[in-house]
């Protein structure tokens, strides 16, 4: 992120600007449904902006990483982080809901940029527990999350081709320690 930029939080007032990341379901996303989640409560979207254009968003939600959504082994290893007595059959985590970076600034690490300011956000004077960073990734952006850390929750979705999104997590408790 350079100087121009800055990040705002979504207000149901925001006038939206010029932006395209090149997935026609998050674009529409941002426009039309992400005051609504707002509103609701259902998710909090930030905005990396320019004095003309929006750079990138992302959309975060409360959310869990629970037995059911992963594959076996990764359930022994994610126990595993954990001493015996707080083993749980869930653990908290927030989601990221949605995430786009205009096709004009690809590439330049911003969404990795947004990754690590999401990463110390959830370490830092956090107000409630949360212990992993959630998504279901779309297909061709799964090396991009492992790029930063992420791992595979469930890993029969990313053998098979005909889902669309791969769910991905990523333990915060190694920032701490
Ligand atoms: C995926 C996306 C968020 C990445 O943002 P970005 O700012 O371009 O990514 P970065 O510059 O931080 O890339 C970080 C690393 O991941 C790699 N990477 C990024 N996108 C990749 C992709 N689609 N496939 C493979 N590698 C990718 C980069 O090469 C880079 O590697 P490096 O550190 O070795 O140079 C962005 O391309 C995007 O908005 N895509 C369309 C929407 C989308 O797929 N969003 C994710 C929804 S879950």
């Known amino acids: ?3 121009e930029m800055r990040l705002v939080r979504l207000t149901e007032d925001y006038v ?11 674009n529409e ?7 609504d989640y707002l509103k609701r409560l259902v998710s909090v979207t930030y905005i990396i902006e320019t004095d003309e254009r929006i750079v990138a968003f992302f959309s975060v939600s409360n959310d869990r990483v629970s037995i059911a959504d992963s ?9 595993k982080l954990f001493p015996h007595t707080k083993h749980r059959s869930d653990y908290p985590a927030v989601k990221i809901g949605r995430l786009g970076v205009d096709i004009h600034y690809k590439g330049q690490h911003i969404g990795s940029d947004i990754l690590s300011f999401l990463k110390r956000l959830f370490v830092t004077n956090n107000r409630t527990g949360c212990v992993f960073i959630t998504v279901d990734a779309l297909r061709n952006a799964v090396p991009f999350y492992m790029n930063n850390g992420f791992l595979l929750l469930d890993k029969s979705f990313a053998e098979d081709e005909s889902k669309d999104t791969c769910p991905l997590y990523y333990d915060l408790f190694q920032l701490i320690h």
């Open 16 to 26: 939206f600007k010029s932006f395209d990341c090149g997935e026609k379901d998050l």
């Open 29 to 35: 996303f941002l426009l039309f449904d992400s005051k």
């Open 71 to 79: 594959d076996k082994a990764t359930w022994r290893k994610i126990k």
């Open 1 to 3: 992120m350079n100087e």
